[in-house]
């Protein structure tokens, strides 16, 4: 005969087996990774900009601006995200993403890292005060899009 606390203890195995499967197991639906990392793991974005140069003509006058590519980036928020900028175009772009606390400059030839956690909704932008406006060859600005919570 089983006693009611055979049972009782049966059924705290199985349910810490049932517990520990699913949570160590990979889950397809979960891209493979298990419970707990997804608990435990901040997704991680990296996305690479270059620094860019349009050039035209008008009126017999060169005009220029500099632009970010890409210029728009969505993530999610909770996401830690890097920013990894190529400076390809122009000799330097001095940059802030105040929001996030960044600042730093982009050199030609040069490649910046930038990281932080999209932790607030909202748009935002990473803006180079050497070409921030359209007087001084820009707009050279990328909106950073940072999805609310779902
Ligand atoms: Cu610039």
């Known amino acids: 005969m089983t006693t009611a606390r055979q049972w009782l203890a049966l059924t ?8 520990g499967t699913t949570l160590l197991l990979p889950i397809p639906w979960l891209d493979d990774r298990t ?3 997804e608990l435990t793991e901040t997704p991680e974005k990296t996305f690479h ?4 140069e349009y050039e035209g003509e008008a009126e017999g006058k060169e005009i220029e601006a500099y632009r970010w590519d ?12 890097n920013l990894v900028l190529h400076g390809v175009n122009g000799r330097e ?8 606390g960044i600042s730093g ?8 890292r930038v990281s932080f ?16 406006t359209a007087d001084t060859n820009g707009p050279m600005i990328a909106y950073i899009m940072v999805l609310g919570g779902n």
């Open 105 to 112: 400059v982009v050199r030609k030839g040069k490649t910046a």
């Open 12 to 19: 705290i195995a199985f349910l810490l087996v049932l517990i």
């Open 117 to 132: 956690v999209a932790d607030k909704p909202g748009t935002y932008q990473l803006i180079c005060h050497d070409h921030a």
């Open 35 to 37: 419970v707990i990392q």
């Open 70 to 81: 890409p210029g728009f980036i969505t993530v999610n928020q909770g996401d830690k995200v």
């Open 93 to 100: 772009h001095r940059f802030s993403l105040k929001e996030f």
């Open 49 to 52: 900009l270059v620094t860019v």
